[in-house]
């Protein structure tokens, strides 16, 4: 798992950023992205196309939207795959799809590794990603080098697809988290509190969360932390989640709140900005509200 030719599918917010890390760390990337020039902006070896990756690395690392992406590209790989190759889904994926993957490419010697990550756009930039692994543990192991260049936590969670629940598991608490505080930070801001006030007391209390201690911080200044995940695909990772827990038999009776929050935020026309902004889509049907006076719409 040492060898310093990789392959990489999916350059884009998260692939890009991970993929630049490991050519800083003297890793040469094959990389793949249907974008035009992401392979060379993030420092790959571009290559013409997945089965071009598939042929010429080993170890193939994914970053894709979702199951439906990662198939066909799956599809791909396995068409031009060898024994004793691996594979790395970094996607936010269905885990029922991933271990049917699983299953599939090793017929053919090939292991499949799935590896949620958390921690954002920032964290990929720094390389303090946690990554939730799932599938045979051996070879999860020995993809440590692999992985240190762009994670600073690394954790075993089972067999093929544990990694893919916890990311849902994980996605589902954040869009929960976001979207609540949003709707509180725009309550807070209507009835005249000092914000910075309101989130030193929730930091100090029982509603403390990941949004009110990293994201309404920033936010409340004007700030957004562009570049993260976007409100449509927050949404998409809800629906995973939902799909998920259907499919373990537990009822979901939590998923409406961000459902329709980020849902209203797509409404709106922020559905392709930052899943932070759905703070001002609550804002403009509360009467325009802003958390800073001075952003006007916050649309840019």
Do not use: W
């Not at 094959?30 to 974008?35: E, I, K, N």
């Not at 939590?254 to 026309?269: I, K, R, W």
């Not at 922020?270 to 952003?295: F, H, K, P």
Request: with cysteine; hydrophobic share 40%.
């Amino acid at each position: 798992m040492s060898s310093k030719l990789l392959g990489f599918v999916g350059l884009g917010n998260m692939g890009g950023r991970i993929t630049r890390r490991l050519v800083n760390a003297g890793y040469t990337v094959l990389g793949y992205d249907s974008a035009p020039g992401r392979a060379e902006h993030c420092g790959a070896k571009p290559a013409g196309s997945v089965a071009e990756v598939a042929k010429g690395a080993d170890t193939i690392l994914l970053s894709l939207p979702d199951s439906t992406v990662v198939e066909p590209v799956a599809e791909e790989i396995f068409q031009n795959t060898k024994a004793g190759q691996v594979v790395v889904d970094l996607s936010t994926a269905a885990p029922s799809s991933t271990m049917h993957l699983a299953a599939r490419f090793a017929e053919r010697g090939v292991t499949y590794i799935d590896a949620g990550i958390s921690g954002g756009a920032a964290a990929a930039e720094k390389g303090t990603l946690t990554l939730m692994v799932g599938g045979d543990k051996a070879t999860a192991d020995g993809l440590k080098d692999v992985f240190a260049p762009f994670s600073t936590k690394v954790v075993y969670m089972g067999a093929s697809g544990a990694g893919h629940t916890t990311k849902l598991l994980n996605n589902f608490l954040n869009a929960v988290s976001l979207s609540a505080t949003a709707e509180v930070m725009v309550a807070g801001k209507k009835a005249g509190l000092d914000l910075h006030l309101l989130l030193d007391v929730l930091n100090s209390s029982s509603g403390v969360n990941f949004a009110t201690l990293n994201r309404f911080p920033k936010i409340v200044d004007g700030d957004y932390l562009e570049g993260g995940l976007t409100g449509k695909l927050m949404t998409k990772d809800v629906v995973l989640y939902v799909d998920c827990l259907h499919q373990l038999g537990v009822t979901s009776l939590n998923a409406a709140g961000p459902m329709a929050c980020f849902g209203l935020g797509t409404a709106l026309g922020y559905g392709d900005q930052i899943s932070n902004r759905v703070v001002d889509a609550i804002g403009d049907v509360s009467g325009g509200i802003r958390l800073q006076s001075s952003t006007g719409k916050g649309k840019k």
